[in-house]
C-alpha cells in the first residue's frame, strides 16, 4: 500500500479529571475507545505513548506473521528479567530460541503424562488437609489465595516431585510474590523506586532471592549426585540437549529456567480457577450441568487420569469460556524494530504496542452477547466457527504459551476434584472488581463459604 495512504491510530489521552479512576482500572475507557476508533489507538501514558489494539489481524501480525519484526517491551526485559532472571519468558531472540527448542520437548505429551499423576496427588492432598476442614466448619475463605497456594504447590511439585522442604517452598513463594509487588509497584508508581532502594526494600528482595536461589541450586545438585530419575520438570530440564552441540543447560540456566516457570506457572492458572469459581457460583445451572457431566466421566468418587482429560469435555467448555471473559494474561506487549504497516495502518518503528486480549474476546463483531457467560460457545462445532486471534488466552506465534496444556490439564483436575466435593457460596455484598495489571486479578479477592456437596 501507498506510505501515503497509510492510516494513523487515533491519538486518545487520559482526560486528567478521571486519571485515578481511569488508571486503576483502564479497560472499559479502552474498550471505549477502541470501539469509537476503529479497534486501534495511540494512548498518551505519561510522558510516553503505546499503541493499543482488539483487532485479530493486527494482533496476529504482530505475534505471528511479521514476529521477527517484534520484541517484548522494557517492562519484560528489563524489570521482570532483573528481578527473576532470564528465563523463557523474559530472553529474546537466538537465545530464546536455543533455550525454546531444549524445553519444548519437557512439555509433550508423555511428558504430561508422568505429571499428571503428581499433579493428581498433589490436589487431593491438598483438599484432604486443607479445603476438607474449611467444609466442615463452612468457613468463608478468600479463594483466590487458595487458589493462588494450590497452583504454587502443583508446580512446584511438577517441577521438584521429591522435594523441597515446605519451609523451602515458601521461601521461593515470597521470593516470586515479593519480584511481582516489586514490578506492580514500578509499573504503577516509578518515582518510588528509589525510595525502595533507600528503604531497603530493594536490598531485602536481593536476599530473598538469594536465598530461594540457594534452594534451588541444592535441589538441583542433589539430583544430579543421587542420579534419581523422578519424572518431573527437572528432569526435564536436566536431561535438554542443545541440538547444534549436544551440550546439556549449565546449573544457573537449570536455576534461572525453573525460577521462571514458578513464576510464569500459578498465577495465571489460579486466577483463571478464582474466576471460574466466581461464574459457577452465579450460573447454577452450567454449575449443576458441570457436575452431572464430570460425574458420568469420572462417578462420584474416582479421581481422574490424563486419559481422561479427552473426555472431560464440558469441563474444558467451562475452562475456555472461563478464559474468554477473564483472560488472565489480558494484554500481551510488543515492540516494534522496523517500521511496519497492517491492515491499513502504519507503525513506526520503536512504538510499544499492546494487544488486548480482553478487547478480542469481548468483542461485539466475533461474540455474540459478549458478556453472556456460555460454554456453549467452546463445543467443537462452536470453535470450528472462530475466526483466527479472536481467542488467544495463551497468546499465539512463536512465543505461545508452552504451558497451555499443562495448565488446561491441571485446571481441568482441581476443577474435577472440587466440584464433586463443594459448594461455594458468595459472601453477598462484597465488591468484585477486576484490577488489570500484568493479570487479571480481583481487586478484593473473592469471599466464599465452602459447603460440602
Ligand atoms: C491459565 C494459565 C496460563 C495462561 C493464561 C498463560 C498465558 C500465557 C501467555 C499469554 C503467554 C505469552 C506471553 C507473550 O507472548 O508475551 C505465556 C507464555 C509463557 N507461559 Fe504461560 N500461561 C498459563 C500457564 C502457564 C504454565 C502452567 C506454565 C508453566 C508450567 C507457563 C509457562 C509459560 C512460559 C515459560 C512462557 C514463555 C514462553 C516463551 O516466550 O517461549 N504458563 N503464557
Redesign the pocket.
Known sequence: MQKDTLKKAKRVYIPPKNFLKITNNPLPFFMKKLKENEGFIDIGLALTHAYITNRPNIIRHV?QKNNKNYR?TDV?REVLAKDVGK???TSEGDY?LQ??RA?QPG?HRKRLEAISKIMIKEIRSFLDEEFDKYADTEEVIDISKEMMHLAFKI?SK?LFSNGPKEEDLELIDKTVSSAQEYIVMTLRRPYLKPWYWLNGRSAEHEALKNASDKVIFDAIDERIETKERHDD?LDMLLETRYEETGEGMSRQQIKDEAL??YV???E??A??MTWMWYLLSTHKDIEDKLLQSVEEVLGKDNPPSFADTRNLTYAMQVIEET?RLY???WM???HSLEEDEVDGFVIEKDKDILLS?YGVHHHPDYWEEPEKFDPERFTPENKKKQEPYTY?????????????N???M??QFILAEMVRRYRFELVPNQKIEMNPLITLRPRYGLKVKVKRR
Open positions: 505475534l517484548k519484560v528465563g523463557l519468558l530464546w533455550q525454546r524445553i512439555f508446580v511438577a520438570l521462571i516457570l510464569a506457572g500459578h495465571t492458572t486466577l483463571a478464559m483472560p488472565p494474561a500481551i506487549d510488543r486480549i488467544l488466552p495463551f497468546g499465539g506465534g512463536p512465543r505461545l504459551c508452552i504451558g497451555n499443562f495448565a488446561l491441571e485446571m
